[in-house]
């Protein structure tokens, strides 16, 4: 457990330090940026939701109090990936390697999370059972 609780933590905090960065690009560099979605075809508001949707996501996976919403964030993380993935190849500007490493340290953080979770529930089931009183 301790090597897939480690696993799960260097994904986590390297995907974090990936969407971090991408936070703080697009507010530092927000001109290229827009240029960049006006050429994708998107509209410039979506900078901004991105970047507060992004941060309530992060925020969520590293904090998870509620279980049932983090496969809704994680859905949310893919498909923001995979699109902006697709939409950059689509127009010949980059390769969409970052979004495709993102994605693979997603999918990383998201079985292992499952994983250490149900370990410590189990764990914390087992101790309260054996506690004596």
């Known amino acids: 457990m301790k090597t897939q609780k480690t696993v799960y933590l260097v994904a986590l905090s390297l995907f974090s330090i990936a969407i971090i960065g991408a936070i703080i690009n697009s507010i530092i560099n927000y001109e290229e940026v827009a240029h960049i979605f006006i050429k994708l075809g998107y509209p410039i508001y979506l900078i901004h939701l991105l970047g507060v949707f992004q941060t309530i996501g992060l925020l969520m996976i590293i904090f ?15 498909m923001n990936l995979i699109l902006g993935a697709v939409a950059h190849l689509a127009i010949k500007d ?11 340290l997603l999918f990383i953080t998201y079985i292992l999370g499952k994983r250490v979770r149900n370990e410590e529930n189990e764990m914390a089931v087992h101790k309260s059972f054996y506690t004596p009183y």
Do not use: R
């Open 94 to 104: 980059g390769n969409g390697a970052s979004a495709v490493i993102c994605t693979v």
């Open 64 to 78: 998870n109090k509620t279980h049932w919403i983090l496969e809704w964030v994680y859905a949310g993380f893919f």
